[in-house]
């Protein structure tokens, strides 16, 4: 492969996401009847994994989160399914604004 001298770059800037960009979702999801599955000390910034609030209906939820807001969040896999969630923190996703949107949509959904 070849680069051309004149032809456009298609690399883009990263910039690192916050430092603490999960720690709001960490600390407002369990005020909204989650419960975060690792302990402190052993989350990951990148994914958040939470049961669902005591009667959620995990595929309602979602859906909501999808058609309403365009958030998409991961279901739990195997004897998680349908009792807990993967919430991932990554890519362009790793932005407060998407922490925000998610935590407000949540709000909405769970009045």
């Known amino acids: 492969m070849t680069h051309e001298p004149d032809a456009p770059s298609l690399a883009c800037e990263l ?3 916050p430092a603490d960009l999960d720690a709001e979702a960490h600390q407002e999801l369990p005020e909204l009847g989650f ?3 690792a302990e402190k000390g052993h989350q990951l910034p990148e994914l958040t994994t939470a049961w669902l609030p005591e009667g959620a209906d995990d595929a309602a939820l979602r859906k ?3 058609e309403t807001y365009g958030i998409d969040v991961g279901g739990g896999i195997g004897e998680f399914a349908g009792k ?4 991932g923190l990554m890519g362009n996703s790793a932005r407060d604004r998407s922490v925000t949107a998610l935590l407000g ?7």
């Open 15 to 17: 910039t690192e996401p």
């Open 35 to 37: 419960r975060l599955a």
């Open 64 to 66: 909501g989160l999808l």
């Open 84 to 87: 807990a969630w993967r919430i």
């Open 105 to 111: 949509a949540l709000r909405e959904l769970l009045a």
